[in-house]
Every structure is written in structure tokens, then in C-alpha cells.
């Protein structure tokens, strides 16, 4: 889809696979800096719509169109999803390190609408984040109720005071991939190289199990 700057009159290219569907988004004019809105993908005919959704979360899923802006990224870039405001630098100069280009949610709910759409390679969550428990956390219920399919594509690492580091039993026991003790985050570097590791490993030979079988 083309539009065009209503400052500068440039003409912007946007990819129709990076269109949130049934969302209006901001978008920063390359040429001007100007913010420019597009809606112009909602004027379409609209599609019949795969499941019923509540008053209550279109409003909300509305209130983060309105400050979500579109980030077009290259083919083969990692992405990144940071949720843990306490440890938030920690996190950014470790995975920018690694080269990850990254994201911030403001809450749990934000967190829900992000991944909705963009599909995130790797995803960092605090056990407080939104100052809420697991149990009451919109995000991470999200995740673990994420089909298997969309789930081992994404590495999940949780973060809080008590949890052993490295302990395969807790990140069975959440459903994450790693769990990390605050007190370790200085180590964070070495923790994802070791855990992301093993997490890729394991899914290549998965993924080469099923190609062997025909499934894939």
C-alpha cells in the first residue's frame, strides 16, 4: 500500500503483509519526521471476522493503535520484547549486544497487543511486570496459552527474586524457556548464550525429525 506524507507529499511504501489487521497505526514520514496516520487499509471491504470481540477489548485494543507507530523491519532481524521495567537497561545493552532490535511494553495488555502483531523471536518478562502476579498477568497468560506452533518459536525468559537460574524444573514449571534470578542478571550475557543455545538446538532437530518424516 502506498500513502502519501500529508507535510512533505512524499510518497511512503508500506508492505501489505505489515498491515495490522482491522488496525489503524502511526507511521514517522522518512522524509519530514511528521507523524502520518493510515487508516486506508480499513476502508476495504471488511472480512468476515474470525471470532467475536468484546466492547471492552476493541476499546482497548483501539487505545494502543493510537500510540503503536509502525516499525518496519528488514528480513532476518531478531526481535525482542522487553517486559521488565526494574531491569530494563540490563536487558537493552545485553540483547542489543546481540544484536536484537527491540520493544517495550508499557503493560501486560500492551504486551498482548504487540504480539498480536509482530511476530517476536525472543520475549523478556519480569514475574511482577505491570505490578501483577503471573496468575493475573494478561501477557504471560497469553504466552503460555500460545499454540504450540507459534510457542517454540519464541524463547521466553523469566525473570524474578526467588527463581534458581538456569533450573530446567522452573522453566518447566512456568512454561518458559529460562528463569533467571535478579541477582545473576550480570551474568545475563553468558545465561542467554547458554540458554538460547540449547533452545535452538533442540528445535533444529525437531524441526529436522518432522522434515525427515514428511510433516513439514
Not at 468484546?54 to 493510537?66: E, I, P, R, T
Not at 532481524?77 to 546481540?98: F, G, H, R, S
Not at 534458581?164 to 534470578?181: C, E, G, P
Request: glycine letters at 6%.
Amino acid at each position: 500500500m502506498q500513502i502519501t506524507c500529508n507535510e512533505c507529499q512524499k510518497n511512503i511504501n508500506i508492505p501489505d503483509e505489515k498491515l495490522p489487521k482491522g488496525q489503524a497505526f502511526n507511521i514517522t514520514c522518512p522524509g519530514c519526521k511528521a507523524k502520518v496516520r493510515v487508516d486506508q487499509h480499513l476502508k476495504a471491504k471488511a472480512e468476515p471476522a474470525e471470532e467475536p470481540v468484546s466492547a471492552a477489548k476493541m476499546a482497548v485494543l483501539d487505545d494502543f493503535a493510537d500510540e503503536e507507530e509502525l516499525v518496519i523491519y528488514d528480513e532476518g532481524d531478531e526481535l525482542a520484547l522487553i517486559m521488565d521495567d526494574k531491569n530494563k537497561d540490563v536487558w537493552t545493552q545485553t540483547l542489543q549486544e546481540k544484536d536484537y532490535k527491540l520493544q517495550y511494553a508499557k503493560s501486560p495488555e500492551q504486551g498482548v497487543y504487540k504480539m498480536k502483531f509482530t511476530k517476536f523471536h525472543l520475549v523478556a518478562l519480569h514475574e511482577k511486570f505491570g505490578g501483577v502476579s503471573l496468575d493475573e498477568s494478561a501477557i504471560y497468560q497469553s504466552i503460555i496459552e500460545l499454540p504450540m506452533e507459534l510457542r517454540r518459536n519464541i524463547f521466553v525468559a523469566l525473570v524474578g527474586k526467588d527463581f534458581k537460574t538456569l533450573s530446567d524444573m522452573q522453566a518447566y514449571q512456568y512454561s518458559v524457556n529460562v528463569v533467571v534470578n535478579e541477582k545473576d542478571l550480570g551474568k545475563l550475557g553468558d545465561i542467554l548464550k547458554k540458554s538460547i543455545g540449547e533452545f535452538e538446538m533442540m528445535y533444529k532437530v525437531y524441526k529436522e525429525t518432522l522434515k525427515s518424516l514428511g510433516k513439514v
